[in-house]
């Protein structure tokens, strides 16, 4: 749908895509990323943050990182995203060496690789509409006029089940709910078209009501345009309805890691199952144990 | 008696003038002494408005319009001023979402206690310093926390431990009830059952009277006696958490409980809640989840129904209400 959608109605894209539909996408390879900090002051120590980590994401994959707070599942994320250099080890995108990227490269990267932040609440300028928002990365990673970024950006919010669009895009966030807003938000991040998408915690601020359209969302996303996904969240539920792979990450390291289902179903490290165990579903709560 | 009884609780916002938002509607509701309540809806069904209305906490633009809170037999509605204070000293207490604003962040968490004890001092009671840090150490002790915690800034603790901190200071003049306000919402999920672990455990050994406000029925059913759940400013449903999963229940409870699947099951599928809340500015005619509701009828749409019995609880909906009546005529 997606390429269709570039190619037929969005003449001004395809030129601006450097890997587009006909380039294969590569994968992304993280190769034992190490990330210390210091800290300063009267006790000087040094913390580390992420630990020797190794993972790849292949083209249309998704990927759950999963771990408590601390864990270092954002420093991993922001070390992807080029937002924080490793201290030790890499990351490949293609021929793209992600932890050498300065300005120029860096947005070329971001074009191709987009975030969607866990506070809904603090990632959209309250002062504009949903329209200005969503078309700010058409025009500048996709160099869109201003009145085929409008039919990108209805596109866009159809995409995210935010209808009719022209009524969602004139407004401005303090007049969306909270589930409402990061739909926007990750309308934003697709609107350039991205290959990669890292969602950290996407869902740990919404109602469990509106948790389950957003995870549904994300998951039709990925099966429609063959995004790849790398979903961080604490949330296992979440997790096993939008990934194939889990990593379980604890203090820095990967404790556990394969097919979602199996290592929820058959959890063998000792963090893992504490995880698990704190699941507060109605049904663990009231059920006996299911089958391990 | 019960230690609190309220009956035709209203809450409206008014932030503009000739704008009225009814974010509590008409409720009754009564809590047992030594007793552990959840209250459970989405954002924006007046479930913190009605914690903060119980508590007398309510802040402009919102305002109580008319009913009755008897606290202990008196009526607290209408308190106002010293009446009012007294009332709090040893009365009821509520710890807020976020334990990270809701403690000041330039102040050691020693002065956080010394506060609630010089504020709601007894004659004669003993206050140097050495005694406020033993009783200090004494609370933080009783929610996991070590004594040394005093000495620190809140910038300096965890989300977890700001919270059980939060706790601390809600149990400082062992109040006979507390409303915990979405205490764990910040936190992750290990941290937070382990916080609702230490509430459960506190309201076991001092059986203090408590509810529960939060969004996800899992935390709640697992903590409380019983769960009442809120739909647009009205309680829905009402009924002991242990019958909760057994049904049968109203079917907006059935759409939340549709929403939690097990991580561990082989098949999973997670339900959703289709729609928005309606605008409580308006009035509201009928049944307010008639519009999202799978089983709505014609008189859905027009007559609100009363909580009447249904299972081993309570709950208000015509169509639920009249297939219980019909089984139980044909098995009495």
Same mark, same amino acid.
Request: charged fraction near 20%; include cysteine; glycine fraction near 8%.
């Given at each position: ?24 996408? &590569? ?82 990267? #971001? ?14 300028? &309250? ?16 160099? !869109? ?28 966030? #303090? ?8 739909? =926007? ?44 996904? %790398? ?17 379980? !990450? ?35 709560? +009231? ?6 | ?101 809701? %403690? ?26 050495? =005694? ?44 006979? %009830? ?21 509430? +459960? ?13 939060? #969004? ?101 909906? #015509? ?14």
């Amino acid at each position: 749908m997606t390429a269709d959608l570039t190619a037929s109605q969005n003449p001004f894209a395809d030129g601006a895509r450097a890997g587009g539909p006909s380039t294969p996408v &590569p994968p992304l390879v993280v190769a034992g990323v190490t990330k210390t900090y210091a800290t300063r002051g009267r006790h000087k120590s040094v913390v580390t943050a992420v630990d020797d980590v190794s993972l790849t994401v292949a083209p249309g994959a998704a990927i759950a990182l999963v771990g408590a707070s601390g864990s270092g599942k954002s420093t991993l994320a922001k070390m992807i995203t080029g937002s924080v250099r490793p201290t030790r080890g890499s990351i490949r995108f293609g021929d793209t060496c992600v932890e050498s990227l300065r300005a120029g490269g860096l947005r070329e990267y #971001h074009r191709r690789v987009q975030m969607v932040f866990q506070d809904p609440y603090g990632a959209l300028n &309250p002062l504009h509409t949903v329209e200005y928002t969503v078309s700010r990365p058409c025009q500048n990673f996709l160099g !869109l006029s201003a009145a085929a970024a409008r039919d990108r950006v209805y596109e866009l919010l159809e995409t995210v089940g935010l209808t009719p669009p022209q009524q969602f895009a004139a407004k401005l966030p #303090h007049q969306l709910s909270g589930g409402q807003r990061q739909r =926007v938000v990750i309308a934003r991040a697709l609107a350039c078209e991205p290959d990669l998408i890292v969602a950290d915690e996407p869902v740990s601020m919404l109602d469990v009501s509106m948790r389950a359209g957003i995870l549904r969302l994300l998951a039709r996303l990925r099966e429609e345009r063959g995004l790849s996904l %790398l979903y961080i969240t604490h949330d296992l539920l979440g997790a096993r309805v939008v990934t194939d792979e889990i990593l379980v !990450l604890n203090q820095g390291r990967v404790v556990e890691r394969g097919q979602t289902k199996h290592v929820l179903q058959h959890p063998q490290d000792e963090y893992t199952i504490k995880l698990l165990e704190a699941v507060a579903t109605p049904y663990a709560a +009231k059920e006996s144990q299911p089958p391990r | 008696m019960a230690l609190l009884e309220a009956k035709g609780v209203n809450v409206v916002y008014e932030p503009n003038r000739g704008q009225r938002i009814w974010s509590v509607r008409d409720v009754d509701l009564t809590l047992e002494q030594g007793e552990f309540v959840g209250l459970v809806g989405e954002s924006g069904c007046g479930k913190s408005t009605l914690g903060f209305a119980l508590t007398r906490m309510l802040r402009p633009p919102a305002h109580l319009e008319g009913g009755v809170i008897a606290f202990d037999g008196q009526d607290i509605a209408t308190l106002e001023g010293e009446p009012l204070r007294r009332q709090r000293r040893n009365g009821f207490a509520i710890v807020l979402q976020s334990g990270m604003n809701a %403690l000041n962040p330039v102040r050691d968490i020693a002065h956080h206690f010394a506060d609630i004890f010089k504020a709601h001092a007894r004659d004669g009671e003993d206050l140097t310093a050495r =005694v406020l840090r033993g009783r200090g150490a004494s609370l933080l002790e009783s929610v996991q926390l070590d004594a040394e915690v005093l000495t620190r800034f809140p910038h300096e603790l965890s989300g977890g431990m700001r919270q059980r901190v939060s706790i601390a200071l809600a149990l400082a003049l062992k109040p006979r %009830l507390i409303v915990f306000d979405e205490p764990t919402t910040a936190l992750d999920v290990i941290v937070q059952g382990a916080v609702i672990k230490t509430i +459960k455990n506190l309201q076991a050994e001092n059986s203090f009277t408590a509810v529960l406000i939060s #969004h996800d029925l899992g935390v709640v059913l697992d903590a409380t006696d019983r769960v009442m759940v809120m739909y647009a400013g009205r309680i829905v449903e009402d009924q002991p958490s242990s019958e909760l999963l057994s049904g049968p229940h109203h079917p907006y409870t059935e759409a939340l409980l549709g929403c939690y699947a097990d991580p561990r099951a082989e098949d999973i599928h997670l339900g959703g809640i289709a729609g928005s809340p309606p605008d409580l500015s308006l009035p509201q005619a009928g049944c307010s989840f008639a519009a999202r509701c799978s089983l709505a009828e014609d008189v859905c749409r027009t007559v609100d129904p009363e909580l009447t019995v249904l299972g081993s609880g309570m709950a208000a909906c #015509h169509v639920r209400a009249r297939e219980f009546n019909a089984e139980r005529k044909v098995r009495p």
